[in-house]
């Protein structure tokens, strides 16, 4: 885009003149430096409207001004407004087809601008509640996630519980199967154990037939002697059976079964004899030993000697009855051995009791005289009357010890109670002090609070007025840079054609190098442009109309947001 060029009006002051030519080199669009003007400005919109629509063309720079317009709609790569000259003399003509061309085409720019930027905003509408509903169902499918993830945790969990019991049972089902395997195994060995016991007693029992047949079959040889002739019949009056192979066979059978059966029944109770007379030798061996053994002990050199033999005696049998009980020996000599064993050791004890009895005896006729024996009758009631005594005794020890412990049980019963007012009125008192304390702490907790509620009202009340000051004063600022000086330049206005391409002048003229006016203004913020350009009475068109209620509305709203 070109240079621009200030239109002056040759009626101003030198200074004007100055100001003019040092701020036409800022190389800025007069839409930008309008919307600057129009959102910077503190004027009212009902006061403004006609000076703003009066302030670009008046009768005086008519031509100035359409100048102006030729050149910005020839950058912005309309016809020119002006007719080719043939000369160079000859002065140019306005074109008001071109003119009219132009203005149409600015309108209908306008209007696709205006459609353009409804379609933006229902764009940004739809895309709001898009975006929203984008945001409610992330929300719902969160919420299932972690539904999801509460299930998938208690799945988890509740597959972990049935691995281990799974677990559990695969070990339970192994133990059994050791189980199963060992009983098998022990079940195998007794049918083999079995199977053999069956074998060897079928073998003692085919080599008892052999010898009870031998027994009876060998026959001694025949004596002369003489044979029945007429054999007188059975009682009964029946024939007898005629004398076969199978009928001898058969009547063998029977006797071997009727015999081993008589075998066996003999041989039964032969062994629960056995059992019983070895249980009676056993206790009263148990019992002779218990009556001698006590006599062991007694310092006397007699009772030693007689002791000594007796048990000697005792001991030499009960080897014999265990080394004889270790052989199968007849049931015979067996109750011999017994009874001749048990008659020797009864001699053998009664000897020793006699002794005993006679030692007794002496000793008491030595050590005593004869006023001093006690009959026997006497003795026994001193025994009677003694063990009463101590009947009674224990009887009333028991009584005593019952009341002892009805009385410990009291005295329990009141120490307890005693003990727990004890723990009861320490328990109060650390209670009463744990509450003083704690009273103490939310006294110092409520002043706590209210001076940091104090606090806060202070910072908000401050926050608050550092934010009206800090809007006061970027309002103070932002209207020194941008108002007019009225005294000095009255009639100084910014002018403008569109707010719309104000950020492209911008950033083209930043772009550009700086050329032609030695005395140029650097590149600065907008806010920082001076005032230039002076007031061109015109007749407003509807484009600046809509053009210049945008901008208000702008600077109105942002004035709403400083404040």
Known sequence: MGDWMTVTDPGLSSESKNISQNTSETKMSPSSLYSQQVLCSSIPLSKNVHSFFSAFCTEQNIEQSISYLDQELTTFGFPSLYEESKGKETKRELNIVAVLNCMNELLILQRKNLLAQENVETQNLKLGS?????????AKLKEQLETSRREMIGLQERDRQLQCKNRNLH???????????????????????????????EREYNKLKERLHQLVMNKKDKKIAMEVL?????ADGKRGSWRTGKTEARNEDEMYKILLNDYEYRQKQILMENAELKKVLQQMKKEMISLLSPQKQKPRERADDGTGTVLSDVEEDAGELNRESMWDLSCE?????LTNSIRKQWRILKSHVEKLDNQVSKVHLEGFNDEDVISRQDHEQETEKLELEI?????????QQQLLQQLATACD?????????CYLLEEKERLKEEWSLFKEQKKNFEKERRSFTEAAIRLGLERKAFEEERASWLKQQFLNMTTFDHQNSENVKLFSAFSGSSDRDNLTVHSRPQQKKPHSVSN?????TSKLTKSLPASPSTSDFCQTRSCVSEHSQRAEYLS
């Open 130 to 138: 898009d975006m929203d509903h984008l945001q409610s169902c992330y």
């Open 171 to 201: 070990q339970l089902l192994k133990n059994e199967k050791d189980e199963v395997q060992k009983l098998q195994n022990i079940i195998a060995s007794r049918a083999t154990q079995y199977n053999h016991d069956m074998k060897r007693k």
């Open 230 to 234: 007429n054999y007188v019949g059975r």
């Open 333 to 337: 000599t067996v109750r011999e051995q």
């Open 391 to 399: 009947q009674q005794c224990k009887e009333m020890i028991k009584t």
């Open 413 to 421: 019963d009141d120490t307890t109670s005693l003990l727990r007012d």
């Open 524 to 528: 600065g913020s907008p806010a920082c």
